[in-house]
């Protein structure tokens, strides 16, 4: 079974450029959660879909983040404008999403530096 | 309100002697308690995880963790640590009245085993 993709792994931007990272889930998991782990910290949840809709953005930055899950499946974070508090590495998990599915399966993150 | 607690930043222990990194939580039902592992540049691994039952549950890789709910703990244990243990190990926990299934991680604990 093939697990969380993440692209880029990667990136390094300046102040104020904007920035996308893309996820693909295991296939068949309903819930995808995006979360943000700056140096030092534990993850932080950002955004949780169920499906291709919003369950949970309360952390979400909304003034310069933005997310979308279309069809269900595939997601894309976006920062714009990005500042150097957004570096940090982001997290892409999913899980199945029903009552009984207890475990969030992580991808292996992209890594942002904003100098 | 959910929150993890992990006490102790790092934890250094030689190879082949036991080792426990600790977790305290709060919650305001019922604990869903996970623990999960991060190498350098690696998503986050599930380890194991309490649902409900014997309150000793087993992991991956020999691990094993112990839920006191008197204490409201849930130590992470092994009795003869190898160097490939060397990681950031991650408690977290879901209150089981959180229907979205919402993971609060602790800060992470940096395990150092030396041969």
Redesign the interface.
Known sequence: EAG?AQSPRYKIIEKRQSVAFWCNPISGHA?LYWYQQIL??????LI?F?NNGV??DSQLPKDRFSAERLKGVDSTLKIQPAKLEDSAVY?C?S?L?DIS?????????T?LTVT | AQS?AQPEDQVNVAEGNPLTVKCTYSVSGNP?L?W?VQYP??????LL?Y?TGDNLVKGSYGFEAEFNKSQTSFHLKKPSALVSDSALY?C?V?DTTDS????Q????TQVVVTP
Request: charged share 15%; glycine share 18%.
């Open positions: 969380v819930t030092g910290q534990g993850p932080k949840l949780q169920q369950v949970d997290l998990a899980s999403g599915s207890y475990e969030q399966y992580f991808g292996p993150g890594r | 993890v869903y996970f999960y540049n690696r998503g986050l691994q599930f995880k649902i991650f977290a879901r979205w299934g919402k993971l991680f602790g800060a992470g």
